[in-house]
């Protein structure tokens, strides 16, 4: 049997690289980002310790949620918290930040004085983003903490040499050290014995005490003078100001939605088509002709691969695109701005700029999103973040709004989008602030430290835009493909399980037209749009490749001489796809961060009486106005 390997810990205060350091020393590719709150759970990969240092032993290492105190206040942090105390780690690599040295080194002194016994490093970040004059004395710290302190830039590589040494040196250290128990809790164990207004005065003590302990700390290792007034600082008197901070966010989403669905998003389609799915499907057809395939074989394949999965594929250009500009934002440190100027319009509605970006996340996918509220502290804003960001289009119901706007809409698709996106917003917001009402729960107050300006990294943007684009294909290469193939197949069966040339005697036109009648005020009578609603509840990319089965070629003409729906059918489908129900994984997201089936069953509920009262709506005041 080999040797049991030594399994080490990134701890530290949310925001200062744990996860960019994660990947740099484990070459894995975890979620990054220039705000607090990215990495919401823990991510385990084995070191190659001969890559970082020579003779340095494999070890294993774990990324955990950030926190600023082992006093957890958010469900992130009680994940970084139960760790460390359930299954203590033979060493622990505490990363700070250079750049907010005093608030890190509290956490530092707190966990030496809980985990005395676990060897412990600092490595303290983003020294390369220090202002000019101040520089780092890691030996001046090291004496104050008492735990080796090396200077280090992750990001760039800067330091990692002398990182990896310690490593190793530590590493060695635990191997050699007898077993130990978790963390020393007489603390906690006292604390739950006695009053809680003696306990909070004792927490409060002793939090004042490290803090004092803190600042001295920072004090001695920092050399130099900082300048009064940073770039940072200057910008942020604009981005946060209560007027002109919120007139240039909107700006800013507006500018997006208009790249991503305005010409420069029609061009990178086209050239996308050009380049990689023209050949594609020749390339597809010549595999055909050159293996003698059954004419049955071949009108799958041309069902399920050209005319399903390759017409949701080519909407991939433009949910690339929108990642690729979430991307930008987030690694700027903007998006930290838009939540704290957007803070005090979200209180009406019972949430504060804390839930403003797990809600701006659902636009890329709602399963992140809802996980990411995972940083919420209040446990009632929490859920309801949890329970209605479904509410917010995700990229996955893009290509669908993205085919019918410029099929039936082609001089206003644009508009018409950002619409369907504005009263999800809106749905979400009302309902956010009935269940306030019902719980009669304050809004907590939001409070979180504006991460440092910078100008997007490139590797950082590109890896985290094509690894969502990497996600998207891979939807498309299963979950996708698996529905276009049970839809081709209902639609080639009859009830009798006979083939059958006419899919209005099939097995799934018999099925849609049996739901059609609950439709029919939303002018969804059509049984192919049915269909294509229920393939959604997989995954709502399966509803373009639903429609590419049943109608092949150019999806555009097809649909708009199928009959299926008329301008204004087409814009109530639309609202209800926005909003009828989310895909399984998100359903499944929602049950394991709420913990309770009933809650769940609730949110479903409110969305699905929400899409079908506001799309009838939609499609009476269209059909007036048409």
């Not at 494999?58 to 105190?69: I, Q, R, T």
């Not at 030496?112 to 000019?132: F, H, Q």
């Not at 990319?541 to 089965?549: D, L």
Request: proline share 5%; aromatic share 8%.
């Amino acid at each position: 049997m080999g040797t049991k390997l030594l399994r080490g810990a990134l701890v530290g205060a949310p925001n200062c690289g744990k996860s960019t350091l994660f990947n740099r020393l484990t070459g894995a590719r975890v979620s990054i980002g220039n705000r607090a709150g990215v990495t919401v759970d823990a991510s385990c990969e084995r070191v190659r310790g001969r890559k970082i240092c020579a003779g340095c032993p494999d070890f294993y290492l774990v990324d955990l949620p950030g926190l600023c105190s082992l006093s957890a206040s958010g469900a992130d942090e009680e994940v970084t918290v139960h760790s460390l105390a359930s299954d203590t780690p033979d060493f622990i690599i505490n990363v700070l930040c250079a750049t907010t040295l005093e608030r890190c080194l509290t956490l530092t002194l707190e966990l030496r004085e809980r985990y005395p016994r676990v060897p412990m490093i600092c490595a303290v970040n983003m020294c390369d983003e220090l202002t000019k004059g101040v520089h780092l004395m890691p030996d001046k710290l090291s004496e104050s903490v008492g735990v080796p302190v090396v200077g280090i830039s992750a990001s760039r590589g800067d330091g990692m040499a002398a990182l990896g040494a310690l490593i190793r040196d530590t590493a060695k250290l635990a191997a050699a050290a007898p077993a130990r128990s978790g963390g020393d809790d007489s603390a906690v164990r006292e604390d739950s014995l006695a009053g809680k207004e003696e306990a909070s005065s004792r927490t409060a003590l002793y939090r004042a005490a490290l803090a004092k302990r803190a600042a001295r700390a920072a004090a001695a290792s920092l050399t130099g003078a900082a300048e009064p007034h940073t770039a940072t600082d200057r910008a942020d008197k604009i981005l946060t100001h209560p007027t002109w901070g919120a007139v240039i966010f909107f700006g800013i989403m507006a500018l997006m939605f208009s790249i991503v669905f305005g010409s420069v998003g029609e061009l990178f389609t086209e050239v996308f088509e050009l380049l990689i799915l023209q050949p594609f499907t020749r390339v597809l057809s010549l595999l055909e002709y050159a293996t003698h395939m059954s004419p049955t074989a071949v009108a799958m394949v041309e069902g399920c691969v050209v005319s399903g999965v390759a017409a949701v594929i080519s909407f991939l250009p433009r949910i690339a695109l929108l990642f690729l500009l979430l991307s930008l934002l987030e690694d700027s440190g903007y998006m930290a701005r838009a939540a704290f100027v957007m803070d005090a319009r979200l209180r009406p509605f019972g949430l504060s700029g804390r839930a403003f970006i797990p809600t701006l996340l659902g636009v890329g996918c709602s399963v992140p999103a809802i996980l990411a509220a995972r940083t919420l502290t209040d446990r009632a804003e929490r859920w309801r973040c949890v329970m209605l960001t479904p509410l917010i289009s995700c990229s996955a119901r893009l290509p669908v709004y993205t085919l019918l706007a410029s099929t039936f809409f082609p001089r206003t698709g644009g508009l018409i989008i950002c619409g369907i996106y504005l009263i999800g917003v809106v749905v979400f917001l009302v309902l956010s602030g009935f269940l306030r009402h019902t719980t009669k729960t304050e809004v907590p107050l939001f409070v979180a430290e504006l991460p440092r300006f910078r100008w997007p990294r490139p590797r950082v943007v590109l890896t985290s835009a094509l690894r969502r684009a990497g996600e998207f294909l891979s939807r498309a290469a299963s979950v996708i493909f698996l529905s276009a193939v049970v839809v081709w197949l209902l639609s080639a069966l009859t009830p009798s399980f006979s083939l059958t040339p006419d899919m209005d005697s099939s097995l799934l036109c018999v099925i849609a037209s049996a739901i059609s009648p609950l439709l029919a005020l939303l002018g969804l009578d059509d049984w192919r749009a049915v269909a294509a609603l229920m393939s959604g509840l997989g995954a709502k990319e399966a509803i373009i490749s639903t429609f590419g089965v049943l109608l092949g070629g150019n999806l555009s003409e097809t649909l708009m001489s199928s009959g299926i729906f008329t301008p204004a059918s087409a814009l109530s489908f639309m609202v209800f796809c926005s909003m009828y129900a989310p895909c399984l994984a998100t359903v499944a997201a929602m049950k394991k961060e709420l913990g309770s089936t009933k809650k769940t069953a609730v949110g479903l509920v409110l969305m699905f009486a929400a899409a079908y009262f506001i799309a009838v709506v939609v499609y009476r005041v269209a059909m007036g106005l048409g």
